[in-house]
């Protein structure tokens, strides 16, 4: 048998030998995973919502949301039944959730428009409630009145608060913006400014109450009350301006058979003349309500 020699490996010496370059690269890896888990964790990590003076969103807003949207469409309206209650809430909340309360703008509110379409009913005029206790008031009188409260929209935001946050998905529970923080564009105001826009002027003529703004507390109420009543009570309301000129127009009564027979209508005051006469009629032409 051959002689072999052994010799003892030294238990000082490596197994393996890196080279300078290979170990730079492996601690700028090492560098890399750690960096990214830190990131990872800093954006899942839970943040605490923006806090503002005014009230939350209620705990169950979605339940009273669809439970208003409900009794209108089925109850108050059954014309409107066949709008998807939860498909409305879902597009309303995508107008603010995940978002900054102060920066919600009309745009934001627009899909939730052009899905709920409701047309105020002809022999109505749209009340804009912006003094609202007053303005409902009137309108339980006068049955000709049809207020924003009373649109599909407007029944299911009455005397509501919301609001979102960048810091997650939900809606925020625990503080909204007030009115009184230099907050303008925030989720409320501009819902009501928008579904305020949608009716066109011409197919109904809108009242303007504009004492005071919807979400602001009314300082003197019996001195909003009685300047209200006066400007309703002291007479016919002036002729609308027309277009062209914004002078007060002239009403005038057709007299041709037909339909129309009998009904009111405003004009420019100005002669007829030539269109490119600037002192000439401007053809303004509007439906009045007086029969």
């Known amino acids: 048998m051959a002689n072999y020699e052994f010799s003892q490996v030294s238990g000082d010496r490596p197994c393996c030998h890196l080279s300078r370059k ?51 469409t089925q109850i108050l309206r059954p014309e409107m039944s066949d709008h998807d209650c939860k498909k409305i809430l879902s597009t309303f909340k995508r ?11 009309g745009e934001d509110y ?17 009340f804009w409630s912006k003094s609202k206790h007053l303005a409902h008031q009137y309108t339980s009188v006068q049955g000709k009145m049809f207020t924003l409260e009373d649109t599909l929209l407007g029944y299911i935001a009455d005397d509501l608060k919301w609001c979102g946050d960048p810091s997650t998905s939900d809606l925020n529970y625990d503080s909204c913006p007030h009115w009184s923080e230099n907050c303008p564009n925030n989720p409320v105001t501009v819902f009501w400014k928008e579904i305020s826009k949608k009716s066109p002027e011409e197919d109904m003529t809108t009242t303007m109450v504009d004492e ?29 301006l027309c277009r062209g000129h914004r002078e007060p127009c002239v009403m005038r009564i057709v007299k041709k058979s037909g339909p129309n027979l009998g009904r009111h209508f405003y004009v420019c005051a100005r002669p007829q003349g030539p269109p490119n006469d600037p002192s000439s009629s401007c053809n303004f032409f509007l439906w009045s309500r007086t029969r």
């Not at 627009?110 to 749209?126: A, F, H, N, R, Y």
């Open 110 to 126: 627009e899909p939730l428009i052009k899905l709920v379409t409701q047309t105020v009913p002809c022999d109505k005029t749209l």
């Open 212 to 240: 005071e703004a919807k979400d602001s507390e009314v300082k003197d109420e019996k001195e909003v009350q009685a300047s209200f009543w006066k400007s309703l009570l002291s007479g016919p309301s002036p002729a609308p």
């Open 95 to 105: 107008a603010f959730v995940s978002k900054n309360p102060c920066n919600i703008t």
């Open 22 to 72: 290979a170990k730079i690269c492996l601690g700028v890896g090492l560098v890399v995973l750690i960096a990214s888990v830190v990131t990872v964790v800093i954006v899942l990590w839970p943040r605490a919502p923006m806090v503002w003076k005014g009230k939350p969103t209620p705990k169950h807003f979605s339940e009273l949301f669809l439970g208003r949207c409900l009794v209108y």
